[in-house]
């Protein structure tokens, strides 16, 4: 019998199920309280997870929007035919093989000040992974509250300077986000230069600190314009805070 089309496999049902069951488990979160979160009914989640019926892609895209985490894993790239990039990356990104960049793949919450509330904190998901067929890192954002500016494009990983950039250029135009390597405990911290979309067609030149944190190390993490209510924003001002007082990145001002 052939599966609809929006129905994952069983097997891909049974390994979400898996994801699931340990991450509120590590999260010491009730199943009660994750249905809710991903506005399904609890009936619905619990013969999802006991494999009494498979999950559909819109139950898996709430779910993964309550969790904060991507549930669909994607399969491992392939191995490098011989005579191909042998998977070093090309010159303008730096020519890191994957090994040397393993420990930066990964999803991470990214954080920015707001731009349109100066007492508020933009949140969003970041996932880097390695692109065998670009043969580099590349990166796609995610849970996005302005989804039309999402952004995806490529890591540059230059041994020169250190710094760890993420690059969008579509048709000329770039966005670009320089951060420290990873620390000890993952986390990234920089600068980010894009332009603020203001009223009609103004587009405003504008730079912000900007940090990265392992989704790992940030439990049930919240998305979107967050203010001093949510329970994260002690945590994340602190980051952003951190990536001026260490300093990480400074901001010069010119002659008054």
Do not use: C
Not at 65 to 72: E, F, I, K, N, P
Request: charged share 20%; hydrophobic share 40%; glycine share 8%.
């Amino acid at each position: 019998m052939s599966i609809p089309e929006n129905e994952l496999s069983d097997e891909l049902s049974r390994q979400v199920a898996e994801t699931i069951r340990e991450e509120i488990a590590r999260r010491r979160m009730s199943r009660q309280a994750l249905a809710e979160q991903a506005k399904l009914s609890l009936s619905t989640l619990e013969k999802a997870l006991g494999g009494r019926r498979p999950f559909t892609l819109a139950t898996i895209v709430r779910l993964e929007q309550a969790l904060g985490m991507a549930l669909r894993k994607a399969p491992s790239p392939p191995v490098a035919a011989p005579g191909a990039s042998g998977g070093i990356a090309p010159d303008s990104l730096g020519s890191y093989s994957r090994r040397a960049v393993e420990w930066i793949e990964g999803t991470y919450v990214t954080l920015r000040p707001s731009f349109g509330d100066k007492e508020a904190i933009y949140a969003y998901r970041t996932d880097i992974v390695w692109d065998d067929a670009a043969s580099s890192l590349v990166f796609r954002e995610g849970a996005r509250l302005d989804a039309a500016f999402t952004q995806f494009g490529e890591v540059a990983v230059p041994n020169q300077s250190g710094f760890v950039y993420l690059v969008t250029n579509r048709h000329g135009q770039h966005r670009l986000i320089t951060v420290s390597r990873p620390t000890i405990t993952g986390e990234m911290y920089g600068i980010i230069t894009t332009l603020l979309a203001g009223r009609g067609s103004l587009l405003t030149p504008i730079a912000a600190p900007v940090a990265l944190l392992p989704l790992r190390n940030v439990v049930a993490p919240s998305f979107g314009r967050l203010g001093a209510d949510d329970p994260h924003f002690a945590l994340y001002r602190e980051h952003l805070r951190k990536t001026l007082e260490e300093p990480f990145a400074l901001f010069v001002q010119g002659v008054p």
